[in-house]
């Protein structure tokens, strides 16, 4: 039988910090087995969006980027935040031209995704974008950006052998690979 209801009462909450892109909220909870006990709950103010952007000749393009949090370089895929409110989709076509300078005439949604339901609700929107013409990139001041232009193949490599480990990317390479061998 499955559980569907939600087992968690909240008995009480408190916000414990705020700003312009995450709320984190302690909550007074009584767990699923009846023990009294906390639970923090991080809300990104932003949707996640990631764009797999394909050639015609089926490479791939990549951004790099130090990244502060985990204090190493990174591969990954285009990604951005899409403001509550905002077509993510339009957020997509946004990030594609600032970190890479392309533009995409195609757009397919290929999955939506839970980043970590543990601690956070932030919600990914991840699309693959082809049919692609290049223009200037347009990086916001916080982005010291690479991009590189790879066969799928590598890049696949890259996720599998764990050069790559940026969830979104993860995911959407493995998502798009899975695509390919079904066609």
């Known amino acids: 039988m499955e559980q569907e209801q939600n087992p968690w009462q909240i008995t009480g909450e408190k916000n414990v910090y705020d700003n312009k892109w995450i709320n984190v909220t302690e909550y007074d909870v009584i767990n699923p087995s009846g023990g009294k006990g906390i639970y923090g709950k ?70 939506q995704m839970h980043l970590s ?15 692609l013409l290049q223009a200037n990139a347009e990086p916001e001041e916080t982005e010291q950006l690479q991009v590189k232009k790879l066969p799928f193949n590598t890049v696949y490599e890259m996720v599998m052998d764990g050069r790559i480990k940026d969830a979104l990317t993860v995911a959407a390479v493995l998502k798009v690979k899975l695509m390919l061998d079904k066609n």
């Not at 339901?117 to 049919?131: F, G, H, P, R, W």
């Open 117 to 131: 339901n543990s601690v956070t609700d932030e919600l990914a929107y991840i699309y693959l974008a082809k049919q």
């Open 42 to 111: 991080v809300h990104f103010k932003n949707l996640a969006v990631a764009v797999v952007p394909v050639d015609a000749e089926g490479n791939v393009y990549l951004v790099g980027q130090y990244r502060f949090t985990i204090d190493e370089y990174s591969w990954e895929i285009p990604e951005g935040g899409c403001p509550e409110g905002s077509d993510p989709l339009d957020t997509a076509k946004r990030e594609l031209l600032e970190e890479t300078g392309l533009i995409a005439g195609e757009w397919t949604e290929i999955m």
